[in-house]
């Protein structure tokens, strides 16, 4: 059974900084897309990062600010959030696809494109 478990939300000040971890089980997501959206209240779940391989995409409204890494021996990816703004108040939710050949960057923006996902942890930015 595949599973997607995140850890590392919590409260934080504007300003300061968080690391989540998203480690995978289940299967192997070496050669698989894995990426983390995010979701507020009322509002649509939206894409934050993704990394296919080497290839890394960020959402602008978080570019300069969070990195997205990975350890495939751990099968485990990472989302380093520095300078934390209130607006980023959400749940974040990690995700992986099947894997396959690359697809550009715009189908790794896509939730649909993802076949597994975690439960989520909340990050709160208080100002």
């Known amino acids: 059974q595949v599973q997607l478990v995140e850890s590392g939300g919590g409260l934080v000040q504007a300003g300061g900084s968080l690391r989540l971890s998203c480690a995978a089980s289940?299967?192997?997501?070496?050669?698989?897309?894995m990426a983390w959206f995010r979701q507020a209240p009322g509002r649509e779940r939206e894409f934050v990062a993704a990394s296919w391989s080497v290839i890394i995409a960020y959402a602008d409204s978080v570019k300069g600010r969070f990195t997205i890494s990975r350890d495939n021996a751990k099968n485990t990816v990472y989302l380093q959030m520095n300078s934390l703004r209130p607006e980023d108040t959400a749940v974040y939710y990690c995700?992986?696809?099947?894997?396959?050949?690359?697809?550009?960057?715009?189908?790794?923006?896509?939730?649909?494109?993802?076949?597994?996902w975690g439960q989520g942890t909340q990050v709160t930015v208080s100002s």
């Open positions: 995700a992986a696809d099947q894997g396959g050949y690359y697809r550009g960057s715009a189908y790794y923006r896509i939730p649909t494109t993802y076949d597994y």
């Open positions: 289940g299967r192997t997501f070496s050669h698989s897309a």
